[in-house]
Nanobody, 117 residues
Framework: QVQLVESGGGLVQPGGSLRLSCAAS????????MYWHRQAPGKDRELVAV????????NYADSVKGRFTISRDNAKNTVYLQMNSLKPDDTAVYYC??????????WGQGTQVTVSS
């Protein structure tokens, strides 16, 4: 079955960096775009970044442009989110996501990122 397992979250000071990973299994990873979303307390889940199946194109929410970088390693079935210059507003649970067959959506369990001094 399809599984998405995030890791790499934690507590970091403002201005710091973290790299999130999402290990995928149960489907042909290289055929699908991959996404990172996040949900802060009391807020709706929002799209953070997306990467095409080959990694040739990426897109970001305005709030993270220039600070976050999404990448993938199709040989390792893993997508990454490098987060630099972190701010308290980046505090959220970060989720890996993909959509297979045009309509079937899969989410990971999420990883908590807390930015605080």
């Amino acid at each position: 079955q399809v599984q998405l397992v995030e890791s790499g979250g934690g507590l970091v000071q403002p201005g710091g960096s973290l790299r999130l990973s999402c290990a995928a299994s149960g489907f042909t990873f290289s055929l699908y775009a991959m996404y990172w979303h996040r949900q802060a307390p009391g807020k709706d889940r929002e799209l953070v970044a997306v990467i095409t199946r080959t990694g040739s194109s990426t897109n970001y929410a305005d709030s993270v442009k220039g600070r976050f970088t999404i990448s993938r390693d199709n040989a390792k079935n893993t997508v990454y989110l490098q987060m630099n210059s972190l701010k308290p507003d980046d505090t959220a649970v970060y989720y890996c996501y993909t959509q297979i067959g045009g309509s079937i959506k899969y989410w990971g369990q999420g990883t908590q990122v807390t930015v605080s001094s």
